[in-house]
């Protein structure tokens, strides 16, 4: 059932502190992201602080949402919020503060996955999107490949089974003594580097399957970097020993991305999650794309971090009729997706 009327979604899942407005028609409104800087000096997400920041900050931008949205509470048809996965602390915030909204002002409550919200994106950026197609999630917290077969139905394909791209980026960022998030720091940094310098590894597994895995490269990635001595005359900078770090991780990403819209035979590919604001990652699908009659949809870098605009989006299709039952939502870290919700009594 669509919603008859504007959405504000809310995102808390980790470190993004976000809230947007979209309209009936979807199109997005305002969209309001406040990244936390306090986590650079301990190279990492500290949860109890992010958990603090999204407590002194959403109300604030919730509001900020509605007034460039040209709307007040009146105007809203629902309250969508991401309810996980993510960070318990985090999430509960967000949680909190939309259910407290929804049973105030007797709206819908639209519990969001995160994880969907992500897969949603392609078709926030292209409305002529052509189903099925496949999405490749990367973030500091997921590495994804999901099949969306049409708005709210989604197959999971391939997780990591490990660390996920972000993460390992960040990492050896941090190794780097580059500033967190390292993702955008590395994308720089490696730009005019030689990807080829060195041959980090590429996970694979026996089972032909399309899960990740990132923590042999970061391991093995961390072991070189601190037994080289980059004036040894091997002719190997530093933009050299980055690029081929970052085009490990994007290899990897990309070669599952690949495999599998080959094997099924899908025309429409697409990224999501901060690591696809990665120049070499969009680049190089792009590339895949034009060699093999693809068609590569790239969302603006704004959609593919953590934004409230996407879960505002897929509350659109989530919407419901005010239930006062449904305002029991509870945060739930490990929510997978394709799962429901559980509502507390």
């Known amino acids: 059932m669509a919603a008859p009327g504007p959405i504000l979604g809310l995102e808390t899942s980790c470190d993004e502190t976000a809230a947007a407005v979209i ?41 900020r949402a509605q007034t460039t949205a040209g709307i007040g509470w009146d105007d809203l ?37 995160h994880i969907e919200a992500h897969a949603h994106t392609p078709a926030m950026a292209a409305n002529d999107i052509e189903y099925p197609y496949l999405v490749l999630i990367a973030s500091g917290g997921h590495s994804s490949l999901v099949l969306v077969e049409r708005p709210g139905q989604f197959r999971s394909l391939g997780e990591t089974r490990d660390d996920a791209a972000g993460e390992a980026l960040d990492k050896i960022g941090k190794l780097l003594g580059l500033s ?60 050299d020993w980055i690029a081929s770090f970052e085009a490990a991780i994007v290899d990897a990403l990309l070669g599952n ?62 919407w419901t009729p005010f239930d006062d039952a449904r305002a029991n939502i509870d945060a739930v870290p490990n929510w997978r997706l394709g799962t429901p919700l559980p509502i507390t009594p």
Request: glycine share 10%.
């Open 180 to 239: 967190y998030p390292a993702g955008p720091e590395i994308d720089r940094a490696g730009e005019h580097g030689n990807p080829n310098a060195i041959a980090f590894p590429r996970a694979r597994f026996d089972d032909q399957g399309f899960d990740f895995s990132f923590s042999g490269v970061k391991t093995a990635a961390a072991l070189d970097y601190r037994a080289r001595d980059f004036n040894d005359n091997t002719g190997i900078s530093r933009p």
């Open 23 to 63: 309209s009936a028609d979807g199109r997005i409104l305002s969209n309001e992201i406040f990244s936390q800087s306090i986590h650079a000096d301990y190279g990492g997400v500290v949860p109890e602080l992010a958990s603090r920041e999204h407590a002194g900050r959403l109300p604030g931008i919730a509001e």
């Open 77 to 113: 048809a629902g309250i969508a919020v991401t309810a996980g996965p993510g960070l318990v602390g985090c999430l509960l915030v967000g949680v909190a503060f939309a259910r407290a909204i929804a049973r105030l002002r007797e709206i819908p409550l639209i519990p969001i996955n």
């Open 257 to 318: 991305l690949t495999r599998a819209a080959e094997a099924m035979d899908i025309h429409t590919v697409s990224v999501a999650g901060g690591v696809a604001r990665n120049r070499r990652l969009r680049r190089q699908l792009e590339r895949w794309a034009e060699t093999n009659n693809r068609r590569a949809i790239l969302p603006a870098p704004d959609l593919c971090t953590d934004n409230a605009a996407m879960i505002a989006a897929v509350g659109l299709y989530r």
